[in-house]
């Protein structure tokens, strides 16, 4: 069974920082693409940033600057999010597409990042 856990979100004040986490277990073969997601109250689910397994990355036009997606020992994803503003507040969610015993993608359970003062 492939889990994602999430860890790292909170209450911040404008201007400040945070670290996500993103730690994958099971039966995982190798993990491709893994992104971190947000979802505002009545608004639809975003892509904020993704990496591959070589490194590349891609992030919304909002964080880019401000966000930095990471990768460590493969199955561990991180996002640091820096200046962060109230726009921002929203449930962040980890994605990953995992090969185990089929290939699919897989969700977290979701951290609640809230900016305000």
């Known amino acids: 069974q492939v ?14 920082s945070l670290r996500l986490s993103c730690a994958a277990s099971g039966v ?16 639809q689910r975003e892509l904020v940033a993704a990496i591959t397994g070589g490194g590349s990355t ?19 994803a991180y996002l640091q999010m820096n200046s962060l503003k109230p726009e921002d507040t929203a449930v962040y969610f980890c994605n990953a597409n995992i090969r185990g015993i089929a290939v699919r993608d897989y969700w977290g359970q979701g951290t609640q990042v809230t900016v305000s003062s």
């Open 28 to 43: 995982i073969f190798s993990i491709n693409v893994m992104g971190w997601y947000r979802q505002a109250p009545g608004k």
């Open 58 to 76: 891609n992030y919304a036009d909002s964080v880019k600057g401000r966000f930095t997606i990471s990768r460590e020992n493969t199955k561990t």
């Open 3 to 16: 889990q994602l856990v999430e860890s790292g979100g909170g209450l911040v004040q404008p201007g400040g």
